[in-house]
């Protein structure tokens, strides 16, 4: 008899996207992206950081300073982002996202712009945002469907 307990697309694929956002260096905010086909194969993976060649030791990481740019938001590229630039393979038409934290406005123009066509997301903690409000505003109108990730309580101990 094969095995029962085996793990869901949706747990495998947000565990990904979790598990790649504990390579962010960010000391507030990790998240993680895993991009996918719609036959289940991982296509690209993102997390929040500096783009290339920006030194994360010389950039600051505050998330409030006297001048914006002495915080981290002018310089962070979010994981979304940074999954969609990933990618080498060609089209990302009918592609799944999933994310540990619901996309801003920023990204979500990028998924759209892309192709992809789901959004599963693990928190929506800004939700009352202007962002965010206007990312779900977004994808309702390009169609974009978005759901949150359901999570099933499994807790999945590895050793690396």
Request: proline fraction near 4%; hydrophobic fraction near 30%; include cysteine.
């Amino acid at each position: 008899m094969k095995r029962e307990d085996y793990i869901s697309w949706d747990e495998y694929f947000m565990g990904i996207a979790k598990l790649t956002g504990l390579r962010s260096k960010d000391p507030s905010t990790q998240v993680g992206c895993c991009i996918v086909s719609e036959d289940h194969k991982i296509l690209s993976m993102g997390y929040n950081g500096f783009p290339k060649g920006v030194s994360d030791d010389e950039f600051p990481w505050e998330r409030e300073a006297d001048s914006e740019l002495d915080t981290k938001y002018p310089y962070v590229t979010h994981s979304e982002l940074n999954a969609i630039l990933n990618y080498r393979g060609g089209s990302l038409d009918g592609a799944m996202l999933y994310v540990s934290l619901f996309p801003c406005n920023e990204c979500s123009k990028a998924i759209i712009q892309a192709g992809i066509r789901t959004v599963v997301y693990d928190s929506d903690k800004y939700a009352d945002t202007p962002s965010v409000k206007a990312s779900k505003r977004m994808f309702d109108a390009a169609g974009v469907r978005y759901y949150q990730y359901t999570q099933s309580g499994r807790e999945i101990k590895i050793k690396i």
